[in-house]
């Protein structure tokens, strides 16, 4: 009803098929009864968790099962560009309660290839989170000795926000195969050696509020992709980093070495570890598991629409490392798992 551009619609005896209803007086949970031990209101049927009042739910980063880091470690130089210095398979699961709050994130790491001669080690940061707020750290793997110094928690001590040194040294969860190989996984005439698969996980603490304290609870959204901020730390020198493109360094990153050599960072968020001529990037995060190159042969040569996804941002050919057409030369690819 109603006139001149002020129409009305009276809505009434509405009928929405469903399996139940639910009840918005409790988080819109199930209203009918239905089986659920744990008792968190989430029936067993849809909970993850059944037996774990304080879990519920399962949130996987990367939707097609494990992704694909890989990094060059010469970095700020351009180096062999064969982005096969570290490679590294990752699944990030970000596991919520019955309220949607964040209670436990279990990172899945199978290290594959070691292409450098350097002794390179590798963190994760998640940016926005504060390193108060992460309750106890297990399951990394650290030297005697090690270069890094920590929290009582197990994050890296120092940083603005949490930060995980899941490995301080890549021989460790890789075994070199001897015989002159220069790397590990990367030479084709070398046998294949099996990576150290790893759960690392990372305990919330629970949200406080009181008079004189707030803290909020940590969602999904703060832990996505762009809060996804994994590195290589260089032959040993904490404060040689190499991130991803647009990503920012830790607060242990020596702020020198930007904008030297080939690098092209300047301040610009955008701009970090991104080369000056190109835009072409120290590191690469696919979101799916793929092959890596054999050591020095340039990336481009086995991806071949490689350069024009990286020279454009992203913008071209997003798809770059699927295995269709032509988009990939398989003969100096390699896949160890």
Not at 224 to 245: A, D, Y
Not at 277 to 300: E, F, R
Request: charged fraction near 25%.
């Amino acid at each position: 009803v109603g006139t001149g551009g002020m129409a009305r619609a009276g809505l009434d005896d509405l009928s929405i098929p469903g399996k139940y209803v639910s009840d918005p007086s409790s988080n819109c949970f199930p209203k009918v009864e239905k089986k659920d031990t744990d008792g968190d209101g989430v029936a067993d049927s849809e909970d993850d968790y059944p037996e774990d009042k304080y879990k519920a739910f399962d949130n996987y980063l990367s939707p097609n099962g494990f992704g694909t880091l890989m990094f060059e470690d010469l970095w700020p130089a351009k180096g062999d560009y064969d982005f096969n210095d570290l490679v590294v398979d990752y699944m990030v699961n970000r596991v919520t309660n019955a309220e949607g709050e964040v209670v436990e994130v279990l990172i899945d790491l199978l290290p594959r290839a070691a292409g450098a001669g350097y002794s390179n080690g590798f963190g994760i940061e998640f940016t926005g989170i504060s390193p108060s707020r992460i309750e106890k750290v297990a399951g990394a793997n650290i030297s005697s000795g090690s270069i890094h110094e920590f929290m009582s928690n197990g994050l890296e001590e120092g940083n603005k926000h949490a930060t995980i040194i899941a490995f301080d040294k890549v021989h460790n969860v890789l075994t070199h195969p001897g015989g002159g190989a220069v790397g590990i996984n990367t030479d084709p005439k070398f046998p294949v050696q099996a990576g150290e698969k790893m759960r690392i996980t990372m305990h919330i603490r629970p949200a406080i509020i009181t008079t004189r304290r707030r803290e909020d609870p940590i969602k999904l959204s703060d832990l996505t992709m762009k809060s996804f901020n994994p590195f290589l730390i260089v032959n040993q020198k904490r404060s040689v980093e190499v991130h991803l493109p647009g990503k920012l360094p830790t607060a242990h990153a020596d702020k020198s070495l930007f904008g030297t050599k080939d690098d092209n960072s300047n301040g610009d968020e955008s701009s970090y570890y991104k080369a000056k001529d190109n835009g072409l990037p120290w590191g690469l995060n696919v979101t799916q598991s793929i092959p890596y190159m054999i050591n020095k042969v340039d990336i481009t040569k086995g991806y071949n629409l490689f350069y024009k996804w990286a020279a454009t941002g992203g913008e071209a050919y997003p798809d770059w490392y699927l295995d269709k057409g032509d988009y990939r030369e398989n003969k100096v690819l390699l896949n160890a798992k």
